[in-house]
Nanobody, 123 residues
């Protein structure tokens, strides 16, 4: 089965940018749709973005639409989340998750999760 590992988190000023990476290993990555989720302290884990197996289809939560861009490189077995115009409310642990077949916005649909990477946006 596939394993995923996130990286690229850090501390950034409001208005700044970060690029998160989700590196996969252990299986044929192009067979997996990938979702990004985030969890702020005291809150439920919420959907951020998803990308189809081929990368042709993407979907975003309203809260990040127009600011975040998801993409993937199936040769490098990596999915990226480019985050721009960051706001303090984007502060959270960001997780990537993989599932076979079609992408989904539901956390419970994803079978394989990374450990997360912390993103902190200061005002």
């Amino acid at each position: 089965q596939v394993q995923v590992v996130e990286s690229g988190g850090g501390l950034v000023l409001a208005g700044g940018s970060l690029r998160l990476s989700c590196a996969a290993s252990g299986h044929t990555f192009r067979n997996y749709a990938v979702g990004w989720f985030r969890q702020a302290p005291g809150k439920e884990r919420e959907f951020v973005s998803s990308i189809s197996r081929s990368g042709d289809n993407t979907f975003y939560a309203d809260s990040v639409k127009g600011r975040f861009t998801v993409s993937r490189d199936n040769v490098k077995n990596t999915v990226y989340l480019q985050m721009s115009s960051l706001k303090p409310e984007d502060t959270a642990i960001y997780y990537c998750a993989a599932r076979t077949l079609i992408m989904s916005t539901r956390r419970t649909d994803y079978e394989h999760w990374g450990q997360g990477t912390q993103v902190t946006v200061s005002s």
